[in-house]
């Protein structure tokens, strides 16, 4: 294949480099279009076609259900490794030693305490806040409290900044939930893992000794694996174009929570489940639910199915699935919402409708049940999403900074008036 792409406008013939991935992905690299045909920009609403960066950091084949972080495949990584590995992963490239992974561990541990005024600004939430608001207004407002935490421009600043917020995030989601449920907030231990760390801080009650089970620990280290990172998705393309405008970390990760909020993005796991309720409540009735997807009129979507870049199955579904009856059944759970989802999937993997449109279960489709199963409250399980993707988030704000990416600043194709002499208002 040639190396070079021609546009052809009118008489004149452009030629552009066209780039190639370490994966034999081909991009055609437009960086001089504007000015070389003397102001013609490209359109593509929702990015369909765009790729806003060149990246290390995860590779995603759509086509095939291929998902890795770092070369590493999720099926591995969530079998083998563990959350906090994950994280070193992403964020610096590399699986680390032993040793790397203590030393970032004790970095974050020293910087997990949370100024104690943040209490104040909880307080000030209405009790039935949705705790990705509240999330995303306590991310926002650590910088107010951690002023340097702007400071990014050396390896060191950008350092002291991820293990700042990867240590005080965990603190401000458990804090967050636990103050819905009216319970006392707390820090956890310093002696157990990241994953059991969050455990205790979210669900220890004040008046019993906490104790880990396995069985929990392991599928939430599993689900944050799972959730890690998915390269450029709405919310990450957010926190790269924030942190684009050398704004801070956490400025930059308060906008991807805000991002990640939406029921079309991370607000579905919390949209499945609240659907799949509905569906049992109305009697089970999944054909019903099947036909008001499919009817156009209708803005119902079936919430869970369906991916910009996956046209096969969602590997990370994939794995969710089998995790969620493993859980249930070391659990001893029984929940009928499981078998409605079963139900939906074989169905809409059988109708016209969605075969030929290729969507498929993606990974929001049975993580809702595991975290009910668990315990979580369903306005917590994007809440448990944006803590799986905070590894993602920073690795790909500190690639976009480390490579000196530009601002991020698309261009339009304007289409409102054209010029018209200003009207004084009595004259309108
Ligand atoms: N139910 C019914 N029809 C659907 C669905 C669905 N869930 N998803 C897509 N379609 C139809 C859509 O109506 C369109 O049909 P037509 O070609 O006849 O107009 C076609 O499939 C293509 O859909 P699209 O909206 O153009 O596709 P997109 O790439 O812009 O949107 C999506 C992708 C994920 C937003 C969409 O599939 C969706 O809304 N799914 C439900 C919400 C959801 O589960 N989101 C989680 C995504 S995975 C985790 C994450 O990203 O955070």
Same mark, same amino acid.
């Given at each position: ?58 590779? +995603? ?162 689900? +944050? ?161 944006? +803590? ?41």
């Amino acid at each position: 294949m040639s190396d070079i792409a021609k546009l052809q406008i009118g008489e004149n013939t452009y030629e552009f480099p066209l780039i190639q991935g370490t994966e034999k992905e081909t991009a055609i690299d437009i960086a001089s279009l504007r000015g070389a045909t003397g102001g013609v920009v490209t359109i593509d609403p929702g990015f369909k076609n765009t790729g806003s960066c060149q990246s290390a950091i995860t590779f +995603l084949d759509g086509e095939k259900g291929i998902l890795r972080y770092r070369g590493y495949s999720i099926e591995e990584l969530a079998e083998k490794a563990d959350f906090l590995e994950v994280a070193y992963l992403l964020i610096f490239g590399e699986l680390p030693t032993k040793e790397q992974l203590d030393k970032f561990y004790n970095d974050i541990l020293d910087n997990a305490i949370v100024d104690d005024d943040i209490k104040k600004i909880i307080d000030a939430f209405p009790k039935n806040a949705h705790p990705m608001g509240v999330l995303s207004s306590l991310t926002s407002a650590l910088t107010a409290f951690n002023p340097s935490s702007v400071n990014v421009d050396s390896e060191e600043d950008m350092y002291n900044a991820i293990v700042k917020i990867m240590g005080k995030f965990p603190v401000l989601v458990a804090w967050t939930m636990r103050k819905q449920k009216g319970l006392p907030l707390h820090y956890g231990s310093r002696k157990l893992g990241y994953v059991e760390n969050i455990m205790k801080m979210m669900f220890e009650k004040p008046n019993e000794e906490y104790e880990i089970n396995p069985i929990i620990k392991d599928a939430i280290d599993k689900l +944050l694996i799972l959730h890690a990172d998915h390269e450029q998705n709405c919310s990450t393309s957010t926190v790269r174009v924030v942190g684009s405008s050398h704004a801070g970390l956490f400025a930059s990760l308060s906008a991807g929570i805000s991002a990640l909020w939406g029921p079309l993005h991370g607000g579905a796991n919390q949209a499945v489940l609240e659907m799949l309720e509905a569906i049992k409540e109305d009697g089970g009735d999944t054909k019903k639910y099947m036909g008001k997807a499919k009817d156009k009129e209708d803005p119902f979507r079936l919430m869970g199915f369906g991916h910009r870049v996956y046209k096969n199955f969602d590997p990370r579904a994939k794995i969710i699935k089998v995790a969620a009856d493993e859980v249930l059944d070391d659990l001893g759970i029984q929940d009928p919402i499981l078998d409605i989802a079963k139900g939906l999937e074989q169905e809409a993997l059988n109708d016209e409708y969605f075969v030929k449109r290729k969507l498929y279960p993606n990974v929001d489709f049975y993580s809702g049940i595991i975290y009910r199963a668990l315990g979580i409250p369903v306005e917590m399980f994007t809440v448990m999403f944006a +803590l799986g993707r905070l590894p993602g988030w920073i690795s790909q704000w500190r690639e976009m900074r480390l490579r000196k990416e530009p601002i991020g600043r698309p261009r339009q194709v304007y289409t409102g008036e054209n010029y018209r002499p200003f009207v004084k208002i009595n004259k309108r």
